[in-house]
């Protein structure tokens, strides 16, 4: 009985369908990178080189599976699937996870993606925040069995009260930390929107219902054991959040990418509590620093108010003083100019008096004279009498009514 034979594409997709069979997380290869490749910004291809034989291992993925920066010589550890291309008839894996093996390459991984991400601006210092001086909610994303964890909380009790804590609990290392740690960035941010958006009419705090500042931290590690605080993923979360990030790392000495990219980098989680809250005997010194200054600038406002108002007083003293002279003087010689005035007045009144006496007809009839009146009118002229007319004549004492018998100068004469 013979054998039915099989094309080769058929053959090919037998091969492939039997190597589909072997899960890609029971096979990590390890070996060398070379020819490593992008292709139209999305399209990995590297070779994999055994130290100890000639073999070669093709391998192909795509940018956004990896998560982190590679380079030939780059000693790496892959899992995937195999995969022979029925169009070439050749072997590839198809890479899923790829991660650097040993510090030196782990090392050139942290340094090629930092240089990378700087270029593009996340380490810039003119795009970080100031943190709030007093917050009132602080966003912590931590392990809540990590040291870290219980620093932190005790350390800011003693140093400053009334702040809420929101804990999100993350692994800090390991391969679910990445991804919980940019779920836990999310997850804040998302509440910040979702308060800022429901309180936009309101005159409280727009991120009320979110917090004022996060705190991402962890205690200390080598390279590896910080590999999620180096992860792109997690720099571009901490770079893309709408709320200052505090990072701390347990040692100083420990400089992850997290750190480059926060808003405020601490050395350590007792370190965030300090740039995060004040103290209380700063703040309890800085009050009584300014209330004495108030004090002493108040003092010094009331003792130059006080001068001013002197010699305000002083000045409205003297210048009533003047005036006072001035109005003196002005009296005085107001008294003069009337004293003057009345002597005038007297002299011309006595003058005109001694006019008048001189005119008074009764020192005239003292003399012997009289006045004749007819009708109470003065008679002048003896032309205006009429012979038998009544008239009156006024002596000096006395007066006597007569009739008149004769007009001189007109040749008639009448007897009474």
Not at 6 to 11: A, I, K, N, Q, R
Not at 22 to 46: L, N
Not at 267 to 296: C, F, G, K, M, Q
Request: hydrophobic content about 40%.
């Amino acid at each position: 009985m013979s054998t039915q034979a099989l094309s080769v594409g058929e053959y090919l997709k037998l091969v492939n369908d039997t190597l589909r069979l072997i899960p890609s997380d029971q096979v990590v290869v390890e070996g060398e990178v070379s020819d490593y490749r992008v292709a139209q910004g999305k399209w990995v291809s590297f070779d994999l080189k055994d130290e100890q034989a000639q073999a070669v291992l093709k391998c192909f993925m795509t940018t956004w599976q990896l998560k982190t920066s590679v380079e030939d010589g780059m000693r790496v550890q892959v899992k995937g699937h195999p995969n022979v291309y029925e169009r070439f008839g050749t072997f590839k894996l198809n890479v899923e996870t790829l991660e650097p093996v040993g510090e030196g390459a782990v090392r050139r991984a942290y340094e090629l993606l930092k240089r990378r991400l700087e270029v593009e601006g996340l380490f810039d210092a003119s795009r970080k925040r100031e943190l709030p001086r007093f917050p009132q909610r602080i966003g912590l994303i931590t392990s809540r069995d990590a040291a870290a964890y219980g620093d932190f909380l005790r350390i800011l009790n003693n140093r400053w009260g009334g702040v809420k804590i929101l804990h999100t609990h993350v692994h800090v290392q390991g391969r679910e930390a990445v991804g919980e740690i940019v779920a836990a960035l999310e997850y804040f941010n998302h509440n910040a929107a979702k308060a800022a958006k429901n309180n936009q009419n309101d005159n409280s705090n727009a991120l009320q219902g979110g917090v004022d500042v996060l705190v991402l931290t962890r205690g200390g590690g080598g390279l590896e054991d910080l590999h999620a605080f180096n992860d792109e993923q997690v720099a571009r979360a901490i770079y893309a959040s709408k709320i200052p990030v505090v990072v701390a790392v347990g040692h100083e000495r420990d400089e992850s990418l997290a750190d480059f990219v926060a808003d405020v980098r601490a050395s350590t989680p007792s370190n965030a509590v300090e740039r995060v809250v004040p103290s209380r005997s700063d703040i309890s010194y800085e009050l009584e620093t300014l209330t004495n200054h108030i004090e002493s600038r108040l003092s010094h406002t009331i003792q130059d108010r006080a001068f001013v108002l002197e010699r305000a007083t002083n000045l409205i003293g003297f210048i009533l003083e003047r005036q006072k002279e001035r109005l003196s003087r002005t009296r005085e010689g107001l008294l003069l100019v009337m004293n003057s005035w009345f002597l005038r007045l007297r002299e011309g009144l006595e003058s005109s008096a001694r006019v008048l006496r001189q005119v008074d007809p009764k020192r005239v009839l003292a003399r012997g004279y009289s006045l004749v009146t007819v009708g109470g009118h003065v008679v002048r002229d003896a032309s205006a009498l009429e012979v038998g007319g009544e008239i009156t004549v006024q002596f000096a004492a006395g007066s006597a009514d007569a009739r008149v018998s004769r007009v001189n100068g007109r040749g008639q004469q009448k007897f009474v």
